[in-house]
């Protein structure tokens, strides 16, 4: 079975441009998050979709969006990209929205400049 | 959340066993303890996880202590690609994918 794919593996934007990263869940996974992590910050928690459907939000500032298509494929969007804003987005799927385990991708390794 | 702790490092020699520790002395009754780890580079990877039972899998075996105010997780012969951090986290039916990560412990295996 094919784990969690993430893209693009890398990305270099820079400071004001607007950024999309792409996500594909194991197949049968109905759940997908997003996390961001930084050295300082550690692995926080963006948000959560579930049948299309945003069930989690995280303290992040409206700049950070994200959806989910019927097919539980995801995309997340961070628009008015800051510094601040470079880091590792991880991708995790689960099967349901309780007891699963979360599988995550390898992430999308984000620079701002 | 409820909040768990771990040691922020443990070392151990090549082919001998690991135990992490876990305390999550706040847990809910409804709470599963999940372990992940996260080698470098790489996303975090599914380890094991557990209600109130003992578990084993091919990767590990999960001790829980009867009142579930603490886990340890146990590798039964660390090798040097088990080296990465290892993040225990408390997982209730109804936080969904919201998982609080805290800074776990890293792990350093020796040849």
């Known amino acids: 079975k094919a784990g969690v794919t993430q893209t693009p593996r890398y990305l270099i934007k820079t400071r004001g441009q607007q950024v999309t990263l792409s996500c594909s869940p194991i197949?049968?996974?109905?759940?997908v998050s997003w996390y961001q992590q930084t050295p300082g910050q550690g692995l926080q928690f963006l948000f959560e979709?579930?049948?299309?459907?945003?069930?989690n939000k995280g303290n992040f500032p409206g700049r950070f969006s994200g959806r989910q298509f019927s097919n539980s494929r995801s995309e997340m969007n961070v628009s008015t990209l800051e510094l601040g804003d470079s880091a590792l987005y991880l991708c995790?799927?689960?099967?349901?929205?309780?007891?699963?385990?979360?599988?995550f991708g390898n992430g999308t390794r984000l620079t701002v400049t | 959340d409820a909040k768990t702790t771990q040691p922020n490092s443990m070392e151990s020699n090549e082919e001998e066993p690991v135990h992490l520790p876990c305390n999550h002395s706040?847990?809910?009754?409804?709470?599963?303890i999940h372990w992940y780890r996260q080698l470098p580079s790489q996303g975090p990877e599914y380890v094991i996880h557990?209600?109130?039972s003992n578990v084993n899998n091919r990767m590990a075996s999960l001790a829980i202590a009867e009142d579930r105010k603490s886990s340890t997780l146990i590798l039964h012969r660390a090798t040097l690609r088990d080296a990465a951090v290892y993040y225990c986290?408390?997982?209730?039916?109804?936080?969904?994918?919201?998982?609080?990560f805290g800074e776990g412990t890293q792990l350093t295996v020796n040849p």
């Open positions: 979709y579930f049948s299309e459907t945003q069930r």
């Open positions: 557990g209600l109130t």
């Open positions: 197949s049968g996974h109905r759940s």
């Open positions: 706040t847990i809910s009754g409804t709470d599963y």
């Open positions: 995790a799927s689960s099967l349901d929205r309780g007891r699963s385990p979360l599988h």
């Open positions: 986290i408390l997982k209730g039916e109804t936080s969904g994918s919201r998982l609080t």
